[in-house]
């Protein structure tokens, strides 16, 4: 399968991503400050690299296991069916988790993971999405904290991939087409 030719413009800098992880991280260890042990949900794929920079900024004892739901296979759209691919390996039940999403876009995947999770009686569930396009949500749902709201722009970088390449990047950059077909 060829792809059409792009490139990436950065959009925010890993400076930026590592101040606002440092801030975020006060505000999570403030909200679960009483836990005996934080289960620090990463859904896969694109949050990896998040969720391996946030965890190393909490100073609580912390769990982490991982989900793995997807609704884009290779493509830039959501598919709008929400299949989990992974589930995680140990029970919620009565313990206080965070799920840590790499970007809340339609919002179909952190809603159905969001009730998948209710579902095992958790004590508390809170969210937490690295970045955020609230102009393409198609369902009423919001991360307790997000990093970075952005434009309706497609993005690749810090764990988020297009086609599986660029997760590499240090930062989050915009996909700029740069065949004359990128106008559709």
């Known amino acids: 399968m060829s792809q059409r030719p792009y490139v990436i413009d950065e959009l925010i800098s890993a400076k930026a991503i590592a101040a606002r992880i ?17 289960v620090v949900v990463g859904l896969l794929r694109g949050s990896f690299v ?3 920079d946030l965890v190393r900024e909490l100073p609580l ?3 982490v296991d991982f989900l793995e739901a997807s609704s884009y296979g ?13 589930d995680l390996r140990g029970a919620i039940e009565g313990r206080d988790v965070l799920v840590v ?8 995947t952190l809603s159905h993971v969001l009730h998948l999770l209710h579902s095992r009686n958790p004590a508390r ?16 749902v919001k991360a307790d904290w997000t990093g970075f709201e952005i434009p309706d ?14 997760r ?16 559709s």
Do not use: C, W
């Not at 440092?22 to 042990?37: C, G, N, P, R, V």
């Not at 999403?101 to 179909?108: A, K």
């Not at 690749?156 to 086609?163: H, M, Q």
């Open 50 to 52: 998040f969720i391996a």
């Open 153 to 166: 722009e497609f993005v690749v970088g810090y764990g988020i991939d297009f086609a599986q390449r660029n």
């Open 168 to 183: 590499n990047l240090d930062h989050i950059g915009k996909v700029r087409f740069t065949d004359t077909d990128a106008q």
């Open 61 to 63: 004892p912390v769990e």
């Open 22 to 38: 440092e801030a975020l991280s006060k505000e999570i260890q403030a909200e679960f400050a009483d836990t005996d042990k934080l």
């Open 74 to 86: 290779n493509g830039m759209e959501s598919s709008r069916e929400v299949r989990i691919l992974k």
């Open 125 to 140: 569930l809170k969210t937490i999405a690295l970045l955020d396009k609230p102009t393409r949500r198609e369902v009423d």
């Open 101 to 108: 999403e790499d970007i809340v876009d339609t919002g179909f």
